[in-house]
């Protein structure tokens, strides 16, 4: 089963932008659903954005027009690039991975079956 492992956070200004990766090992990536999630504190966690394995994206509605889901299978790999970075994107952000082949946006996150252990993104005013 994948296994995936974020990098990129970081702190940035608003307005400013960061690009988050999500390199998964092990399984048939392009088999897979891939999704960013995140949690602020003392909130749940936050459908951001997904990506089938033939490309179809979705996003949350806080996101819409600021992020951008994207994914290289020949590296296993899922990419974040987050524009116009606000103080409420601050929160720690996972990424996920649900064995999957449709193109249905998977916004529920107990559909998905292994999870990275997170990287915190902090937008300061």
């Known amino acids: 089963q994948v296994q995936p492992v974020e990098s990129g956070g970081g702190s940035v200004q608003a307005g400013g932008s960061l690009r988050l990766s999500c390199a998964a090992s092990?399984?048939?990536?392009?088999?897979?659903?891939l999704g960013w999630f995140r949690q602020a504190p003392g909130k749940g966690r936050e459908f951001v954005a997904g990506i089938s394995w033939s490309g179809q994206t979705g996003y949350g509605d806080s996101v819409k027009g600021r992020f951008t889901i994207s994914r290289d299978n020949s590296k296993s790999t899922v990419y974040l690039q987050m524009n116009s970075l606000t103080p409420e994107d601050t929160a720690v952000y996972y990424c996920?991975?649900?064995?999957?082949?449709?193109?249905?946006?998977?916004?529920?996150?107990?559909?998905?079956?292994?999870w990275g252990q997170g990287t915190q993104v902090t937008v300061s005013s």
């Open positions: 996920a991975a649900k064995e999957y082949s449709g193109d249905l946006i998977l916004i529920n996150s107990g559909t998905y079956d292994s």
């Open positions: 092990g399984g048939t990536f392009s088999g897979y659903f």
